[in-house]
């Protein structure tokens, strides 16, 4: 690592030249160790990190990992907030869908959304999933949890709702998808020793939408981070 640890200075040059540019107070730094996502791990405890940002390609081929050997064991042992983002294409985003059920990821997408709104002079759709012969209550839970999710927003932001028909959530996420250049989701709330990371919906929009993704989790206490840590 050591060798090797100049040649990595030019991606952190980069970075430096980004940050200026913006007005973005950055510090960096070369993690050695002999394993990518403990480096990782290491560093959120010794920086008392309360929230990491980590890229992903959108897919992974490795047998049996939902985002790649390194970035599961990350998602799953992070003791911080946590956004996973895909990318695609290289201009920020003007348009979001925000797909929501309500609960604290949501609140943390939105709390996010609501400093990029700003900064890219983005406007928000909250979105949310009905079946296709919906019923009277499956509308009223529609109109509270959109009325809930738009009312976290600044009000300077522009707001919009979308109602999507799909059989599969999944499905009508990704299919709406299509129509935004980012999708921000907040992970399922899902008992904690399911092998789905972030559950299995937030997994395939993440995989599937051909725009970019941001799933976020906020942080589940140091309780269940350290059950999480036993138990693998």
């Known amino acids: ?65 939902l985002f790649g050997e390194i970035a599961d064991k990350i998602v799953r042992l992070a003791p911080c907030d946590l956004a996973l983002i895909k990318t695609s294409g290289k201009h920020p985003p003007r348009n979001c869908l925000l797909p929501t059920s309500g609960g604290p990821n949501a609140r943390m997408a939105a709390t996010i959304l609501n400093g990029m709104a700003k900064n890219f002079d983005m406007k928000v759709t909250a979105g949310y999933v009905i079946p296709e012969n919906a019923q009277p209550h499956h509308n009223q839970e529609m109109e509270r949890q959109l009325e809930n999710t738009l009312s976290l927003f600044d009000k300077t932001i522009e707001q919009n709702r979308r109602v999507i028909e799909s059989s599969t959530i999944a499905g009508g996420i990704t299919k709406a998808g299509r129509d935004f250049d980012l999708v921000a989701i907040g992970a399922a709330k899902e008992p904690f020793f399911r092998k789905m990371l972030f559950g299995e919906i937030p997994e395939k929009v993440a995989r599937y939408t051909p725009t970019s993704v941001m799933v976020v989790k906020k942080y589940e206490g140091p309780i269940k981070s350290t059950i999480k840590k036993l138990f693998g």
């Not at 403990?38 to 897919?59: H, P, T």
Request: with cysteine; aromatic share 4%; glycine share 6%.
């Open 1 to 65: 690592g050591i060798r090797i640890a100049h040649d990595k200075e030019l991606l952190l040059d980069e970075a430096r030249k980004c940050a200026i540019e913006k007005n973005i107070n950055l510090e960096t730094e070369i993690i050695i160790a002999h394993n990518a996502a403990d480096g990782v791990l290491s560093a959120i405890d010794n920086q008392n990190a309360q929230a990491l940002v980590m890229g992903w390609k959108g897919y992974t081929n490795t047998r049996d990992r």
